[in-house]
């Protein structure tokens, strides 16, 4: 009797290279390193994001500058995928939260207000999103309206939304090493992201080379 079995290596505390972390005994590498057991350097300039990987952009992109509360007024990214479900971004502080996705393909834009209050979920009369071409998303507030692949859609409140967050916005993903993804949105995403991200921006700051943001099980496209 023979066996054909696949001999899958695994980590241990030891065995991940380049401060990459064992989860699962898996290696859970940073950003500009693959393998394994991280021991494959790569360059990603446009990331590639699965095994819950996820990237962590600070606003004006200084990571040791220590981040107040920040009004969000506008959000981009430009994205690729072809999962119904996923997160692409959020970012929180304390009970403030904004997050974008899609939900059955769709695209779902959820943030609070009132300081935790109130929580508003968009749904935009838009076509599927998740079919593998790339997509521009614009979110802007102060008055809250959508620009999807160059089409306007426009939500009326009594009074505009005032969203505002840490300044750190998660990427595909959030570090849940405790708690599940779903706990860490309140419900809103259960998902990650798979596929690649060509571009976020947020209040006129964009980022389209990727390779000095900070993450985890991090590809290249």
């Known amino acids: ?116 209050n109130k929580t508003v979920i968009e749904r935009p009369p838009f076509p599927p999103i998740n079919d593998g071409l790339w997509h521009s998303i614009l979110v802007m507030f102060y008055p809250i309206s959508m620009v999807i692949d160059g089409k306007h859609f426009t939500q009326e409140f009594a009074r505009y939304p005032n969203v505002t967050t840490s300044g750190i916005f998660y990427i595909g993903n959030t570090p849940t090493l405790n708690s599940s993804l779903i706990e860490e949105t309140h419900g809103m995403f259960a998902d990650p992201f798979e596929g690649c991200i060509q571009m976020f921006g947020s209040n006129s700051e964009f980022v389209d080379d990727f390779s000095k943001i900070d993450g985890r099980n991090i590809e290249s496209c």
């Open 1 to 116: 009797i023979s066996c054909r079995c696949e001999n899958v290596q695994s980590c241990d505390e030891k065995t991940c290279r380049n401060y990459g972390v064992c989860v699962n005994r898996t290696c859970a590498c940073n950003v500009g390193r693959s393998g394994i057991f991280c021991e494959k350097e790569i360059t990603v300039q446009v990331p590639k994001f699965s095994r819950g990987g996820y990237m962590m952009v600070k606003k004006g992109g200084d990571k040791r500058r220590a981040l107040r509360e920040i009004s969000v007024k506008e959000i981009y990214v430009n994205f690729t995928t072809v999962r119904p479900n996923a997160l692409i971004l959020w970012s929180q502080k304390n009970h403030n939260f904004i997050g974008i996705g899609l939900e059955n393909g769709f695209l779902k834009l959820v943030y609070s207000m009132e300081d935790g």
